[in-house]
C-alpha cells in the first residue's frame, strides 16, 4: 500500500533547480519561463534545461527559506539525494546510491567551493560537508550521477558544488529555537573584501550532543588589465560533543532511551583553512582561459564512538594545487595538479574488545600527486539534435611511511613503507534532442572512477593485503527529459549503474575491497501554479539497490548474497511542498518528506520501516528590508530515526530531533 501510494506521487512530474524572484520582500516561485542558469560545475553560463545531465539547483532564497541547521535539511529536498544525519554536524551521504559509509562514504562523492574540491583526492572525509560554508553560497549545485570531464576522483555518484558571487547588500540573520539552538550570520562589502561570518551553537536534542561551529569566508572580485579576479578564502572550526548510537530493537521509540547518550565521551574538532585564486581571460573569438591555483589545510580529531574500542584518530593534510582551462561554449580542454602531504594516527586507549586491542593502531604518513588532463567538446548534428563528447584520464601517485613498527596488534595491521600508482581514464557521452524551446529530451553514458582512499590502502585490517584495494568504477547511463507538460514544470530521469572494485566495512567492520553493487531507479520533481496564490512543488525517487556478488562471514545477518538489497537504500524518497501567499507581505509552506523502509544489515534480516514528517515555515515581511521567519520542524512529533543501521550483532539508531520551534530575524542593509 505504502509503494502505491508513493507512485501516485508521481502522476504530477517534475522540476529542479527553482529559481526565486521577490514581491514586497517576500520570495515567491518565479513564472515558468524564467531562465535558470549553471556557472559552477561547467564553468560555463548556460541554461540548467540545456545541459544533458542531472543538475539541481538550490538557490540562496530557497536555502535561506529553509533555514537549516544541517545541510541535509536543505538538500534532502533534491530527488535522488538522501543524507543521513548523525550527531551534531556528522553525516552519511547518498546520491543515486545506498547512504555509504568508511573510504566508499568518503570518496564517492565530490565536494567543492567555487569548482575546487574541498579536501584532496584520497584523503577525503566521510562527514566532508560540514566543511562547505551553505550560508554564504548564491546557489548549491548537485550534479546526480558520474561528474564531467572538469572532475574526476570522488566524483563517482555525484558532486555538490557551493558557488558564491559577490555581496550585493550588507545581510544580518539570527536564528533561535526552543531547545538552545542559536545562530548569526553576518556579511558585508563595506571593506575592500567582501565579508561573511557565520556563528553556531546547538545545546543538542539529546544529553552531551551540542557544538560549536564558527565559519569565516572573504571575497575579492577585480579585473586586471584584460584578466577577471576572483579570491576566496574560506576557514571552518568545528567543536562537537557527539552522542553515539543509541542500540536495542526500535530503541528511537523509547522515550527513555532515545534521549540519551551512550557515549559522552565521544567528541570531534575539526579545523580546515582554503584559499583560491582564480583568473580569467576572455579573447574576442569567445574563448576564455582560466587558472585556479589554490591552498588547504584540514586537521580533524575525533573518537571513533562507532565501533568497539573507540580509539582516538587524528587525521590531517596539506594541499597545493593548479586548475586550469580553456574553453568556449562549444569545447573545454584542461589539465589539473594536486601535491598533498597527510598522516593518520589511531590509539585506543580503553581496554580491548574482541579484535579491537587497546595500544597504538595506526601511525603513518602519506604524500600524493596526482595530474589529469581532460577535454570535451559539444556539436550540433542538426537544428534539433546535440552531441557531446568527452573524456578524462589522471594519475594518481601515493608514497606511504609507516611511523611505527610493521605487525599486526589484533585487527589491524601495520605494513612496511611502499608506494602505489592508479591510472583511471572516465569517457562521457550524451545526446540531447531539443522538442521546442521548452522541452528536451537526452541520454548520457559516463564513467566515474577513483583511486583508493589513504585508508582504503593503508588503514589494513586482519584478511586484508596491503595494497589490494583497486580502483573503483562505476559506468552508468541515463535517460531524460526536462521542460514542461502542462503547468508543470518537469525534470524526468532514469538511471542504471553498474559498479566494480565497491570497497565498503561489512556489519563486522571489516573491509570488503572487491564488491560489486547495481543501481537503478527514476527521479521526478514538479513544480507549478494551482492558483495565482498557491503553488505545488515536489521530488521523488524510486530505485533500487542489489549487490552483484557473494560474501560468507558466519551469520545470516551479515551474509550477502547476490540479487540481495545493499543496506541502507530505502526504494522510495519524496518531498511535496505546498507554499501559499495570504497576502503580498507573506509566505506559508507546509512540507512531507517521506523516507521509505529499508534494510539495516547485508543479510536482509533487519529492517527500518521508514517515516514521515511534516514541516511548516512562516516568512513575514515588517518592512521592505525586515523579516521575521519562523518553522516548525516534526508538527506531529513523529518518533523516528535519522539513521538506522545494525552492526556487531545490535540494532543501532540516530534519533530524529522531536518537534522543535525556529524562529529568526533577518535584515539587508
Do not use: C
Request: net charge negative; proline share 3%; no cysteine.
Amino acid at each position: 500500500m505504502k509503494k502505491l501510494t508513493f507512485l501516485l506521487f508521481f502522476i504530477p512530474i517534475t522540476s529542479v533547480a527553482q529559481a526565486y524572484e521577490k514581491t514586497n520582500n517576500i520570495e515567491v516561485f518565479p513564472d515558468s519561463e524564467e531562465e535558470i542558469f549553471v556557472d559552477g560545475i561547467y564553468d560555463l553560463s548556460k541554461k540548467v534545461n540545456a545541459l544533458p545531465a542531472a543538475i539541481s539547483i538550490l538557490p540562496s532564497s530557497k536555502y535561506i527559506s529553509i533555514s537549516p541547521t544541517h545541510l541535509s535539511e536543505a538538500l534532502n529536498g533534491i530527488s535522488g539525494v538522501n543524507i543521513h544525519r548523525g550527531s551534531g554536524q556528522e553525516h552519511l551521504t547518498s546520491i543515486r546510491s545506498p547512504v555509504l559509509t568508511g573510504g566508499s562514504g568518503a570518496g564517492s562523492f565530490l565536494y567543492m567551493e567555487d569548482g575546487v574540491p574541498l579536501r584532496a583526492a584520497g584523503f577525503s572525509n566521510v562527514n566532508g560537508l560540514f566543511e562547505a560554508s551553505p550560508e554564504f553560497s548564491n546557489q548549491i549545485e548537485v550534479l546526480k550521477g558520474p561528474g564531467p570531464v572538469q572532475y574526476g576522483s570522488n566524483a563517482v555518484h555525484g558532486l555538490i558544488n557551493f558557488q558564491n558571487n559577490s555581496i550585493n547588500k550588507d545581510k544580518l540573520t539570527f536564528l533561535l529555537s526552543e531547545d538552545g539552538y542559536k545562530s548569526v550570520i553576518a556579511t558585508t562589502s563595506a571593506l575592500p573584501v567582501d565579508v561573511s561570518v557565520s556563528i553556531s551553537h546547538d545545546n543538542g536534542f539529546r544529553e552531551e550532543s551540542g557544538f560549536d561551529q564558527q565559519k569565516l569566508q572573504l571575497k575579492y572580485f577585480n579585473s586586471l588589465n584584460s584578466w577577471d579576479i576572483n579570491w576566496l578564502s574560506s576557514f571552518n572550526n568545528l567543536n562537537q560533543e557527539t552522542a553515539g548510537f543509541i542500540k536495542g530493537d526500535d530503541a528511537y521509540l523509547e522515550d527513555d532511551i532515545r534521549f540519551t547518550n551512550p557515549n559522552p565521551e565521544a567528541f570531534r574538532d575539526g579545523m580546515s583553512y582554503r584559499s583560491q585564486f582564480r583568473i580569467e581571460r576572455s579573447y574576442n573569438n569567445g574563448n576564455s582561459l582560466a587558472f585556479t591555483p589554490y591552498a588547504r589545510h584540514v586537521d580533524l580529531r575525533f573518537l571513533r564512538h562507532f565501533v568497539p574500542g573507540q580509539a582516538l584518530e587524528k587525521n590531517r593534510h596539506t594541499s597545493i594545487g593548479l586548475q586550469s582551462a580553456y574553453y568556449s561554449k562549444d569545447f573545454n580542454i584542461g589539465a589539473d595538479f594536486e601535491y598533498t602531504k597527510g598522516s593518520v594516527y589511531e590509539y585506543q586507549e580503553n581496554e580491548s574488545r574482541f579484535s579491537f586491542v587497546r595500544g597504538l593502531h595506526y601511525d603513518y604518513s602519506a604524500t600524493s600527486i596526482v595530474g589529469a588532463l581532460y577535454a570535451q567538446k559539444t556539436s550540433k548534428l542538426s537544428e534539433h539534435i546535440t552531441i557531446d563528447l568527452g573524456a578524462r584520464a589522471e594519475f594518481t601517485t601515493y608514497n606511504y611511511g609507516n611511523n611505527a613498527t610493521v605487525g599486526r596488534s589484533g585487527r589491524f595491521i601495520r605494513v612496511a613503507d611502499r608506494i602505489d600508482n592508479f591510472i583511471t581514464v572516465t569517457p562521457k557521452a550524451s545526446l540531447s534532442y531539443n522538442l521546442n524551446n521548452e522541452n528536451m529530451i537526452y541520454v548520457r553514458a559516463a564513467r566515474g572512477s577513483r583511486a583508493p582512499q589513504v585508508t582504503d590502502l593503508y588503514s589494513v585490517q586482519q584478511n586484508q593485503v596491503a595494497g589490494e584495494a583497486e580502483i573503483e568504477i562505476l559506468d552508468s547511463f541515463e535517460l531524460g527529459f526536462k521542460g514542461k507538460i502542462g503547468i508543470f514544470d518537469t525534470d524526468f530521469s532514469t538511471f542504471s549503474m553498474w559498479k566494480e572494485n565497491f570497497f565498503f566495512r561489512n556489519s563486522n567492520g571489516f573491509n570488503v575491497v572487491n564488491g560489486k553493487t547495481r543501481h537503478q531507479g527514476m527521479e521526478l520533481s514538479f513544480m507549478g501554479y494551482l492558483t495565482d496564490w498557491m503553488s505545488i512543488s515536489g521530488d521523488g525517487t524510486l530505485a533500487k539497490h542489489t549487490y552483484s556478488f557473494n560474501e560468507t562471514v558466519g551469520s545470516a545477518a551479515n551474509n550477502i548474497i547476490s540479487g540481495a538489497r545493499v543496506d541502507s537504500a530505502p526504494d522510495t524518497l519524496s518531498h511535496m511542498r505546498l507554499t501559499f501567499l495570504p497576502t503580498t507581505n507573506a509566505k506559508v509552506e507546509l512540507e512531507w518528506r517521506h523516507v521509505g523502509s529499508y534494510f539495516t544489515n547485508p543479510g536482509n534480516t533487519n529492517k527500518y520501516q521508514g517515516h514521515d514528517i511534516f514541516i511548516t515555515r512562516v516568512n513575514y515581511a515588517l518592512e521592505e528590508n525586515i523579516n521575521l521567519f519562523g518553522r516548525v520542524d516534526n508538527i506531529f512529533n513523529k518518533k523516528y530515526a535519522d539513521r538506522a543501521d545494525y552492526a556487531f550483532g545490535s540494532e543501532r539508531y540516530f534519533p530524529g530531533r522531536p518537534r522543535t520551534l525556529f524562529f529568526g530575524l533577518s535584515t539587508s542593509f
